[in-house]
C-alpha cells in the first residue's frame, strides 16, 4: 500500500491533499505507480465482471467512457493497464503536473487528460482504437452505463469485462446514496437469475 511515507516527494500531491481532494492525489498516484511498477490501476468502484487476462497482451489499454467522441472527457481511466515505462503514462503524468496545482475538478485531470493525450496522439473516433500501442476498448468493456445514465443489466454484454458504479465516496448524498443501492441491488438480482442453474449444476455434478 502507498502513501505519503513511501512514495517520492511531488508537489501536485501535496497541493491536491493540501486542498483536500484525494481524487486528484490518486490522479497522480496511479499514473506513478503504473510508470514504475506497471500493472492494472482500477478505482475502488470498480466490479469485476469478468477477468482481464485475455487483454494482458497489450502494453497499455483504457476504454471509452461515452459514444460521444467530441466530449472533453470521452476516454476514462479508471481502468488503466500499463507496463513499466510506457510513453503514454509518462506523459499523463509530465502534463498532469504541468497543468495542473491539484485544486482542479478530479474529471480535468482524469478523464479530460486522458482523452486529451490520446487525442493529440492520433485518437480520432468512437470505437475499438490502437493509439501508439494503447488499445482503446469502447464503452461495453468497462463502462456499459455511463455517470448520466441509469443503470439497466441489459447494458452487460458478453464483453463486459467490469462495471463503473461511479461510487463517488466522497459524496454523502442521501440521493446519489440511494441510487446507488438500487443499482447495485437490481445487477445482483439479475445476475443470480442468470447464474443460478449454473451453480445448482455444479453442486449436483460435485456434490456440494
Known amino acids: ?18 486542498n483536500q481532494k484525494p481524487a486528484n492525489a490518486s490522479n497522480w498516484t496511479r499514473l506513478w505507480a503504473l510508470q514504475k511498477y506497471g500493472g492494472i490501476y482500477l478505482d475502488t468502484d470498480i466490479e469485476m465482471i469478468r ?9 497499455a489499454f ?3 467512457e461515452v459514444r460521444e467522441f467530441g466530449w472533453d472527457g470521452c476516454v476514462n481511466n479508471a481502468v488503466l493497464r500499463s507496463e513499466p515505462d510506457h ?3 509518462g506523459t499523463m503524468r509530465n502534463q ?5 496545482d491539484g485544486s482542479e475538478d478530479a474529471h480535468f485531470s482524469s478523464p479530460h487528460l486522458t482523452t486529451a493525450v490520446l487525442k493529440k496522439h492520433g485518437l480520432s473516433s468512437y470505437g475499438k482504437s490502437n493509439v501508439k500501442g494503447v488499445e482503446v ?8 452505463f455511463g455517470w448520466h445514465e441509469p443503470f439497466r443489466i441489459k447494458c452487460i454484454s458478453a464483453q463486459t469485462k467490469t462495471i463503473h458504479w461511479y461510487g463517488k465516496s466522497w459524496c454523502k448524498t ?4 440511494q441510487i446507488k443501492s438500487t443499482a447495485i441491488e437490481l445487477f445482483n438480482k439479475a445476475a443470480w437469475k442468470i447464474f443460478k442453474p449454473w451453480i445448482v449444476a455444479c453442486n449436483i455434478v460435485t456434490g456440494k
Open 87 to 89: 510513453w503514454f503514462v
Open 137 to 144: 476498448f469502447p464503452i461495453e468493456y468497462f463502462y456499459p
Open 1 to 18: 500500500m502507498w502513501n505519503e511515507s513511501n512514495i517520492p516527494y511531488s508537489k501536485y500531491l501535496n497541493q491536491a491533499l493540501a
Open 174 to 177: 442521501k440521493k446519489h446514496n
Open 62 to 64: 483504457v476504454g471509452f
Open 51 to 59: 477477468p482481464l487476462d485475455d487483454l494482458m497482451e497489450y502494453p
Open 96 to 100: 498532469l503536473e504541468r497543468e495542473f
